[in-house]
DNA sequence: AATCTGTTCGTACGCTGTACGAGTCGACTG
DNA sequence: CAGTCGACTCGTACAGCGTACGAACAGATT
């Protein structure tokens, strides 16, 4: 964790001359400052991520950087890209029949993938959507077209689904890096009003809460209700 | 809008010696450092509010911000808060029968309340919850519970309306303040991949979506698939 | 040898949030 | 009246941020 703790050495050392390249790092390459992103958030979470850290951590320049990335909000903007990445049912067969099926490992897996690094979650809200979001939201439109929903449905019912996922994913990446909301919430009696969230607390809603279950839940809450032209 | 540009003054004038109180501000107060802070976010976005800005907006100090307040998070926390005031269904009688009414009121209320105030939404995923936010999760809770949900399935039930609205708000209000969001989905041929994608254009789905109108319409399917122990 | 093109990077600037301590002012106490 | 205390204000300073600018270097081409 610490091994490039070198004491008392000039302020950035990086590119130590020219004979002497220790660490031999392979070139700067967007792949490379973009991994380097991810990791750093990762880590570090939003605020984790500073050009200068990104480049000690990638043994450059900062304004090296600059060369391939026109600004931090880029770097931003591929990091989350690339974070989103999806292939989709790997047989496209199978889709044939399990629509159902489908939709809902596209978005569990939308969901993992945003849980595995929160700061995702964060960033999602203020970004422009990128093409790993809009090959998902193609993807869902394809399979709940095929299902056979009615035309004048189908842009709300893909964006009641989208919705689903974004909120959920938001707000349990908000919870689970400050668990003081619950606290706060179950805990913390606001005393000046009296009155504090009985029903909250009787059913137990932000203390154990099951997330996955919840989520499946109510995906399929969601799905029993669209209408569809055919019923099966 | 310039009203307030002198030239050739002092860096930030402020408070000009003791005699002459020339503009006689208020005294400083929490409120007015909540409301000051919106409006400033409401003018600039998440990055128009600045210690600094926001202090000359009051007429003080920067660093007099500090004694009312301790850090920016903390004004991000009260004004995020203060934006989403509600006083529920103002006759606690009618909301006897039409459990589903009220809830869609109170969500279209949040909903709007967030678009009013765009920088809400991007704020939300990663601030912990106010007491305005809880008090609707209350009152969604109670609503709900009233309406006759089964035990097990209330939880799942709170969390995907509040997702759905979320989810919406999020997503729009990111839209809203870049629409060439949609035009890179759409006019944007990726070239390199060959495909674009077709779905989404078919549907015009980015393009000209009635945004309230899908959102009640998703609403109601999410409402429709809700399990209920009594059918009415 | 000269030039060009792609890439790296040191320095500097204006901006940020805020720690620290000095200052002001009204009220209360001896 | 002097003294002192608490609430409140604010100037200065500092470390850190994103990035504009231009100098430097490498290898290929002329």
New binding site residues.
């Given amino acids: 964790m610490a091994t490039r703790t070198s004491s008392a050495g000039p302020k950035?050392p990086?590119?130590t001359g020219?004979s002497l390249q220790s660490t031999q790092e392979p070139?700067?390459?967007l792949e490379r400052i973009v991994q380097a992103a991810v990791e750093l958030m990762d880590a570090g979470g939003l605020d984790g991520?500073?050009?200068?850290?990104?480049?000690d951590h990638?043994?450059?320049?900062?304004?090296?950087?600059?060369?391939?990335?026109?600004?931090?909000?880029?770097?931003l903007d591929l990091a989350l890209d690339s974070v989103l990445e999806y292939q989709g049912p790997t047989s496209a067969s199978r889709s044939r029949e399990d629509w159902r099926g489908d939709v809902i490992r596209m978005l569990e897996d939308w969901r993992a993938c945003m849980l595995r690094h929160p700061w995702s979650a964060a960033l999602l809200p203020r970004r422009a959507l990128g093409a790993n979001i809009l090959a998902r939201l193609e993807l869902l439109s394809r399979t709940l077209s095929r299902a056979g929903i009615a035309d004048e449905d189908l842009n709300a019912a893909i964006w009641s689904i989208w919705n689903h996922v974004m909120g959920a994913t938001v707000t349990l990446a908000n919870f689970d890096r400050s668990d003081d909301a619950r606290k706060a919430a179950t805990q913390r009696r606001p005393e000046g009003t009296g009155g504090d969230y009985p029903t909250i607390e009787g059913s137990r809603l932000l203390l154990d809460e099951d997330w996955d279950g919840a989520f499946r839940k109510g995906l399929g809450f969601l799905l029993d209700g669209l209408p569809l032209k055919k019923v099966d």
């Fill in positions: 950035r990086q590119r020219k070139p700067l390459s991520l500073t050009m200068r850290r990104l480049a990638l043994g450059s320049g900062v304004m090296s950087l600059y060369w391939h990335v026109d600004s931090k909000e880029d770097v």
